[in-house]
């Protein structure tokens, strides 16, 4: 893992779960299909999204698939 993917999933987490109008993080994989996202109603939790799979963001009235955000790059 990347000493900055680490502190994505770490330190940068922390400071923005104590942003209060913050509701969803989310991570990309650059050299994979997949997506890390962590939801405040959810408990910041780590969902994990992979190849073929949506992913939904209801407070942004938003859906979408892995494919759609690697389509041209992978």
């Known amino acids: 893992m990347y000493v900055t993917a680490l502190y994505d999933r770490t330190e940068k987490l922390a400071c923005y779960r104590r942003c209060a109008m913050l509701e969803v993080y989310m991570l ?22 992979g190849e073929g799979q949506m992913i939904s963001l209801e407070q942004l009235d938003l859906e979408f698939s892995l ?3 690697y389509e041209g790059v992978l």
């Open 28 to 49: 990309v994989h650059q050299d994979e299909p997949l997506v890390e996202v962590y939801r405040k109603e959810r408990g910041w939790k780590q969902e994990l999204f």
């Open 67 to 69: 494919k759609a955000i």
